[in-house]
């Protein structure tokens, strides 16, 4: 099932960012983690693409780096409280895209990010979502996917509990919680790509993937994109 309605319909705006906002210590270090192990790879040159790119909270910090900031996202109140939060000058381009399915030409970016379990939680299909980050991303440029880490299991599972006990979120299934998976009752799933995982989804896209643990809390799969046969989109 795919959350991208979830997204749109229940936890977008204000209440996706209360979802942040409430995160302990812990959360709000492996958050921190995440967004500085991709401004490592930043340089003010280089145009960056954020799928699921949500209220801003990572925009604002790719900023810090490069004016050549894009987001999309299929939640059009997301996009309103990213634009009404970013003030500028630099600002980011934003549109309402669906990350499978992207207006962008070929090799438009020279970075394409999709972090903080997107490809889990969009609910896509996650080759289908691989291979279009490829596509508009220039040849020689990168590709950043990210995942949960199994030893913040513990953590991220508390997280969501709060964001249930606050009514952000659908009560915690715990029946059917486990091994990576979170589950609400309202429908809402949250599963994990193992470094196993990103590995098999690169290799089915003739890809080759190198793998990283930040911070003991996330799964990093990085990809220079390879150059394109003459002839190929």
């Known amino acids: 099932m795919r959350n991208t309605g979830y997204y749109a319909e229940k936890l977008a705006g204000e209440r996706l960012r209360r979802c942040y906002e409430i995160s302990g210590p812990r959360v709000q270090r492996y958050l921190g983690a995440e967004i500085d192990f991709v401004l490592e790879r930043i340089s003010s040159q280089l145009s960056v693409l954020e799928l699921g790119c949500g209220y801003g909270r990572v925009l604002c910090r790719l ?65 289908r979502l691989m291979a279009e980050a490829v596509r508009v991303t220039r040849p020689g440029g990168g590709i950043l996917f990210s995942s949960y880490s199994p030893r913040f299991w513990d953590y991220r599972l508390e997280w969501f509990e709060a964001q249930a006990a606050h009514k952000l979120l659908g009560e915690i299934d715990h029946h059917a919680t486990g091994d990576g998976v979170i589950v609400c009752r309202d429908g809402f799933r949250s599963a994990t790509m193992t470094a196993d995982g990103f590995r098999a989804l690169a290799v089915e896209l003739s890809l080759v993937p190198h793998i990283s643990e930040v911070d003991g809390s996330s799964v990093f799969c990085e990809i220079q994109v390879p150059e394109r046969e003459s002839g190929n989109r």
Request: with cysteine; net charge negative.
């Open 63 to 127: 900023l810090t780096r490069t004016p050549r900031v894009t987001g999309i996202d299929t939640a059009i109140e997301s996009l309103h409280l990213a634009r009404e939060s970013i003030p500028g000058p630099p600002r980011p381009c934003l549109a309402a895209m669906d990350a499978v399915i992207m207006g962008f030409q070929d090799n438009s970016f020279d970075l394409t990010i999709c972090i903080q379990n997107g490809i889990c939680a969009f609910g896509a299909d996650q080759t």
